[in-house]
């Protein structure tokens, strides 16, 4: 993507179901969770390069023994970082007490982070500071075992206010609103409150505390605990959690929107925010990895029993398109074949911008995840150019020379990597016109390739802000002085602000959203956006599920290709000499090559929940007063 977006998480949880030195027998080494937890979490690095976090828990501890261990970073390479402190941790108590080396009952006894039931998460950070404490996994402790509590999630709640609201409500005194804090509490009230009615019962039958701890461990139910507290939720999530005595879940929200697989045999319960992670790391097959059903959560007892069960009654699946376009690994099946339709079916649309003129284009891509599409938009670029062979040997048929049938068979799809991005380059220098300098150079080309009659066809995965295309890809494609430059986006125009995990809070950095207000402007309908402002205005004190999105009206005025004009105009300065079109993907075509997918909201402005007409409606008043607040 040539925006740089902050965006979703990802979470990694295993759970070992025999004992250690099972693992040390088969596999040669106790740490068998540990290493896997690290292949789980640096196969989705792309998730998450804000921070990165560990937690692990050892089963059946004696009391003064620590068995909860925790490790977190926000370092340059977190992932790296974590697992470093941790093997230099290991290698130190070994290196200390060498008998520790082939014995798993003193390593789990002495050694941290070495335990049965692990969390992982990568972060990429939306909104607030990239500091350590923001970073997941976060700990709720008490003396008591199952009352402790560790939560992280690829997440976000668009009513943290409420949320926070229903804490104070119950009499708890929450130290910030941030919602991953907010969730976590909400988890952890009803988690104290169903241990008290454990004890209260198990007290009455004669248990001593000492003999009803573990009875409260068996007996907890965490469905319940998790129905209670997700009453209330509105937004896309994963939702891990470990507690105290080795009980683990992660649950998901019930419109779908955040991903989660899962895995099981006779040795381990595996969760992971991508099915190819699984895959890879625990060498199984694709119908071996199954996805967590929407409003459902994979409960883990301590003994070792696993089950799904149905939290929130699902609603109508809503899951995030944009995993399929940019944010998982293009590995997963199912996704590497959604991607290559997603630009097979943008070959219309450019073949019309180029006149069919198959042997005067160049195609490339924008450097990383555009690449699958861009195979699928060349594969139908290859049957346009095979069509018009066949067009031109059965035309020439009569007079058809073996040297003229030669130079027909000849032609190739002129395909080339013109986009090569050098480095992430950081803006040290915060003057302006220096600043843009620098942005200009985020990307280079491959220069010698393309003639001044030629079209270039650059494919994108998706356009945002526009703000890279603008200053840097535009502007250098132009320096191989091609005729037309066409950029291809294999996403929809984007017009909505996100709500559920991804950093696309302001509506009016969105390109679309920009095309569509000078459009109002050029067609004299500006008075449109005073009258979306007051409609607008006029939801504040609803209830969200009486919101209606009145942004829509925008863009009403307008078809597609009307904005996509706009934009093609908004995305290129005086000095550009080329013919710039840009063509987005239709969202008919999106959901065609992504059936399973259909979350759209960012396109549609059609919300999965409730509370996400209300962050629309917020981030429209914001731009409308100037204010640069966070919408949710």
């Not at 301590?302 to 939290?311: F, R």
């Not at 302001?506 to 979306?532: C, G, M, P, S, T």
Request: charged share 30%; with cysteine.
């Amino acid at each position: 993507m040539s925006d740089a977006l902050k965006h979703e998480c990802g979470i990694a949880h295993i759970r070992l179901l025999k004992p250690l030195d099972y693992y040390k027998k088969k596999y040669g080494t106790a740490f068998y969770g540990v290493n896997k937890m690290y292949l789980l979490m640096e196969k989705q690095h792309n998730r998450g390069q804000d921070g990165a976090g560990f937690a692990s828990i050892k089963l059946n501890t004696i009391p003064g023994e620590r068995y909860i261990s925790r490790v977190r970073s926000n370092q340059a390479q977190p992932i790296q970082d974590i697992f470093a402190q941790i093997n230099e941790r290991i290698n130190e108590e070994i290196k200390a007490n060498p008998e520790y080396a082939d014995d798993t009952e003193l390593q789990k006894r002495y050694i941290p982070y070495l335990g049965e039931v692990f969390l992982g998460h990568v972060r990429y950070g939306t909104f607030g500071k990239n500091s350590i404490e923001s970073v997941h996994p976060f700990l709720r402790q008490n003396n008591w075992m199952h009352r402790n509590l560790i939560v992280a999630g690829n997440f976000n709640m668009t009513n943290v206010n409420k949320l926070f609201n229903n804490l104070v409500e119950l009499g708890q005194h929450p130290k910030e609103r941030a919602d991953t804090v907010t969730v976590m509490e909400k988890i952890g009230h009803f988690l104290d409150d169903e241990v008290r009615k454990l004890y209260k019962k198990l007290k009455k039958e004669g248990y001593s505390k000492v003999d009803a701890s573990p009875m409260i461990a068996e007996k907890l139910n965490v469905a319940k605990i998790l129905r209670k507290s997700s009453k209330n939720w509105d937004g896309g999530y994963a939702m891990a959690g470990l507690i105290g005595h080795g009980d683990s879940f992660v649950l998901r929200d019930p419109a779908g929107i955040r991903p989660a697989y899962y895995y099981k045999d006779d040795e381990v319960v595996v969760v992971a925010s991508e099915r190819p992670v699984i895959q890879t790391v625990f060498n199984v097959d694709f119908d071996d990895v199954h996805e967590l059903p929407p409003g459902n959560a994979i409960i883990t007892k301590k003994n070792g029993d696993v089950s799904i069960k149905e939290i929130l009654e699902p609603l109508e699946r809503k899951a995030c398109s944009f995993e399929r376009i940019y944010f998982s690994r293009g590995s997963d099946a199912e996704i590497y074949e959604e991607r290559k339709m997603l630009g097979r079916l943008l070959m219309p649309e450019v073949l019309k911008s180029i006149n069919h003129d198959t042997l005067k284009t160049v195609f490339s891509f924008i450097p990383n995840t555009a690449e699958t599409s861009f195979y699928g938009m060349v594969e139908a670029a290859q049957d346009e150019l095979n069509k018009q062979k066949n067009e031109a040997i059965l035309e020439e048929k009569e007079t058809l020379t073996d040297a003229r049938l030669q130079e027909i068979l000849s032609h190739r799809l002129r395909t080339e990597k013109i986009a090569i991005k050098d480095a992430k380059l950081r803006t040290f220098i915060t003057e302006d016109s220096s600043r843009d300098d620098l942005v200009a150079h985020v990307y280079d080309v491959t220069y010698g390739v393309v003639k001044p009659e030629d079209n270039l066809v650059i494919i994108d995965d998706s356009i945002v802000r526009g703000t890279t295309l603008k200053k840097s890809i535009i502007k250098m494609m132009d320096r191989l002085k091609p005729k037309k430059i066409v950029v291809v986006s294999s996403a929809p125009q984007i017009r909505y602000p996100d709500c559920y995990g991804i950093d696309m809070a302001r509506i009016e950095d969105l390109v679309a959203f920009r095309a569509a207000l000078a459009l109002l402007k050029d067609n004299n309908q500006y008075d449109i956006v005073e009258k979306v402002y007051k409609k607008c205005k006029e939801q504040v004190d609803l209830d969200d599920k009486e919101v209606q999105n009145f942004v829509k009206e925008i863009y009403d005025p307008f078809t597609d290709k009307e904005i996509s004009d706009k934009i093609s105009e908004l995305l290129c300065d005086e000095d550009v000499n080329a013919e710039v079109k840009v063509i987005y993907q239709t969202v008919d075509n999106l959901h065609k090559a992504c059936p399973k997918n259909l979350g759209d909201w960012y396109f549609t402005g059609n919300y999965p929940t409730a509370g996400g007409n209300r962050v629309v409606n917020r981030a429209f008043m914001n731009f409308f007063e100037g204010k640069k607040d966070r919408a949710y």
